[in-house]
């Protein structure tokens, strides 16, 4: 009974011995349980054209500041001056990293059947004249980098009355941007006197449809695919702000878009 029992203790011992072996022989052969597969975030779009945004005609209200606030992308803001809130508004979209250009106001055609911002420039008007509203504005909007014409269809077409401004501009080291209301001869005269100079490519909201605006923006970026960079205009509008804080992201990481300051793509 005695040796019964030692030989059942010995098998046991064995067996044991032997799946200690096999264990210890899987650790030394390297096997090793499957890692999880570590997934990683899709890397944006490295940007391949620059794109600015131009948003016309600031000054009349505050009625769109908030939504400004939302939108962390550089836009320009074309701030009319001396109106009842164009510095507070100039001020404001400055402490938000935002850039300020003077809408400097031209002269239209047809300006007898338009409301005309009060010193409006004319094409009649003597020189002396011209430079004292341009220095006026200028004061009025202490952070402008740059300046643009406000309607302007029949003054840009004045080669005398823009080289006065011109001149004045190249003085101060102002560039301009012509939103090209007419067969403008703006893109001339600053070459002709070595003023900085950008044209608009798009205009975005001559249809307030949220629709419309981000077709215009598509066709914004797909001309900026073509020249390398582009201008889009659009104006102080809630539809036009509320879109661009919507499409903005989705361009930059789906499109590649660079969105900058007017300045910078001003030659």
């Not at 009625?63 to 001056?81: C, D, F, G, K, S």
């Not at 164009?86 to 338009?114: C, D």
């Not at 080669?159 to 501009?169: M, Y």
């Not at 981000?214 to 695919?225: D, E, H, T």
């Amino acid at each position: 009974m005695k040796n019964k029992i030692i030989f059942i203790l010995s098998l046991v011992i064995i067996a044991q011995a032997l799946l200690i072996f096999k264990f210890f022989k899987k650790e030394r052969s390297g096997v090793s349980l499957p890692k999880a597969k570590i997934t990683q975030k899709a890397k944006p779009m490295p940007y391949i054209v620059k794109v600015a945004i131009v948003l016309d005609d600031w000054g009349y209200n505050r009625n769109n500041l908030e939504i400004l606030r939302l939108i962390e992308y550089p836009l320009t803001l074309a701030v009319l001056p001396n109106l009842a809130y164009s510095q507070e508004i100039a001020q404001e979209a400055h402490g938000l990293n935002k850039e300020i250009i003077l809408h400097l106001p031209m002269e239209p055609q047809a300006s007898e059947k338009l409301r005309l911002e009060q010193d409006t420039i004319m094409t009649q008007m003597p020189k002396d004249k011209i430079l004292a509203i341009l220095a006026q504005d200028l004061e009025n909007l202490s952070y402008a980098v740059g300046v643009s014409n406000h309607m302007g269809s029949k003054l840009t077409l004045d080669e005398k009355a823009i080289k006065i401004i011109f001149e004045k501009l190249k003085e101060k080291r102002l560039f301009f941007l012509d939103s090209i209301t007419s067969k403008s001869i703006c893109k001339k005269v600053a070459e002709n006197l070595g003023v900085r100079f950008v044209g608009r490519s798009v205009f975005l909201d001559n249809n307030l449809n949220e629709d419309y605006i981000a077709q215009q923006m598509r066709l914004l970026v797909k001309k900026a695919k073509i020249k390398g960079s582009a201008v889009g205009i659009g104006h102080d509008r809630k539809i036009t702000l509320e879109t661009l804080k919507k499409l903005m992201p989705e361009l930059e990481k789906e499109e590649g878009v660079q969105f900058v300051f007017v300045s910078e793509l001003a030659r």
